[in-house]
């Protein structure tokens, strides 16, 4: 008989209880006896780099796009009704997102846990799929697609990761594009459905406030008749190619738009990824954030503004860092940006990689933690897009405290020797 394992956070004063259902589906149940909100997340590993594996020694190639497709169809059940109102009647909120390798369905609700995490549960497996509902969902997607390329900060960030992933999924919308998604089959939807939507390729989150052993006796009971057929499923392996130097695109902005992308490798097997990324948002905020002297130095000069940010993503295939800001010198501050990370390199007496302004840094994101695990939403959130096999968000008080200046200082510097770069800029029309 499945039974939950507990797992103690001392350092933040929370427990995780955890389980593998016998059909395959993980089991997470973060009790908060002090929310009085609770929250269900359903997530299956398919996302848009998944429309090219191998099945039981069959090679499938689908559509970009179909994970996002996927999603939205789920939504509608076979006698029209989407099932967003179903929650609404049940007192839940809901909604759903795509993302490069999951799709997540989650709810929130004050009082009607069990009845939504029922629905929750149920209505992923149902595919009640016709042409006509396809055609007039793809009608919809394209009017997002377009509503997306219209947006000037999304078009920045994508054009980045089409340089850096070119010919890859990366480098496209996780949408698809118009094109893909005009080809979209219902047949194509059911065989996706049939491999990924399988308890074995699925993680069941529950957070709130609720007593652990009913909630996973409710989840027993509601997975009994859902059965996990073997397969042998080989996801591709993402493909590195050149990445494209510089590339510029003309829109209806004010200011041109500037977005720096760097491309690191591929994270050994084995290696933490959460401890990984932590390291180099430690060490990025340390040359590049609001608390370094160069930051300061160039808002202070008024060559930057708010909009100055950067994002760093780290999975097990691929990591990279994008520097976006709007300027009106767009090749002048790429010049000066990239001319300060080569120096980062090279100088080892830079004032702010020290061990003060390493500390300083440090307490931030453990500030940052802590006011994440004050929201439901945001916990979730963060818990789900930080999932391994080996450790869980709730590590990261743990992580950081383990990590080192010398360690940091290493990673970060490993990280821009190793890593290949590129230029997207937006130009005003």
Not at 183 to 203: A, C, G, Q, W
Request: aromatic share 10%; hydrophobic share 40%.
């Amino acid at each position: 008989m499945t039974k939950l394992v507990e797992k103690v956070f001392p350092e933040i004063g929370e427990n995780l209880y955890t389980a593998v259902l016998e059909n395959g589906l993980k089991v997470f149940l973060i009790p908060k006896t002090d929310f009085q909100e609770s929250c269900g997340m359903l997530v299956v590993n398919f996302g848009s780099l998944d429309n090219k594996f191998t099945i039981d020694e069959s090679v499938k190639v689908y559509e970009e796009g179909i994970a996002h497709f996927l999603e939205h169809k789920l939504f509608e059940l076979e006698n029209g009704q989407d099932v967003s109102e179903l929650f609404t009647n049940a007192g839940a909120n809901s909604n759903a997102f795509t993302t490069f390798d999951k799709t997540c369905f989650y709810f929130s609700t004050v009082d009607h846990l069990k009845e939504n995490l029922d629905l929750l549960q149920h209505f992923v497996a149902d595919t009640a799929f016709t042409e006509e509902s396809i055609e007039r969902e793809k009608s919809i997607i394209e009017q997002e697609i377009d509503m997306y390329q219209d947006d000037a900060d999304y078009r920045l960030y994508q054009g980045v990761l089409e340089n850096l992933y070119p010919k890859t999924a990366l480098a496209r919308d996780i949408a698809g594009t118009q094109e893909s998604i005009a080809r979209i089959s219902v047949e194509d939807l059911k065989e996706n459905h049939d491999v990924f939507y399988s308890p074995r390729e699925m993680t069941l989150l529950v957070v709130g406030n609720f007593d652990k052993d009913d909630i996973f006796n409710q989840i027993k009971e509601s997975q009994k008749d859902k059965s996990c057929v073997s397969h042998d499923l080989d996801r591709q392996e993402l493909i590195y190619e050149p990445v494209v130097p510089k590339t510029a695109v003309q829109m209806e902005v004010n200011q041109p738009k500037l977005a720096i992308g760097l491309r690191g490798p591929a994270l050994v097997e084995g290696a933490s990824t959460l401890r990984q990324e932590l390291s180099l948002r430690i060490f990025f905020a340390m040359i590049l954030g609001w608390t370094s002297k160069r930051y300061q130095e160039l808002y202070e000069s008024g060559q930057i503004d708010d909009s100055f940010d950067f994002e760093i993503e780290v999975y097990q295939q691929f990591q990279f860092l994008v520097i976006s800001l709007d300027t009106s010198v767009p090749i002048a501050m790429a010049t000066n940006i990239r001319q300060y990370l080569d120096k980062v390199v090279m100088s080892d007496d830079l004032d702010d990689l020290s061990e003060e302004h390493f500390e300083i840094v440090k307490k931030e994101l453990y500030g940052d933690f802590f006011k994440s695990m004050d929201s439901i939403d945001n916990m979730s959130t963060q818990f789900i897009n930080h999932l391994s096999d080996d450790e869980t968000y709730l590590a990261v008080p743990k992580i950081l405290r383990t990590l080192s200046f010398e360690e940091v200082l290493k990673t970060g510097i490993d990280f821009l020797t190793q890593s290949d770069a590129t230029e997207f800029t937006i130009l005003p029309k």
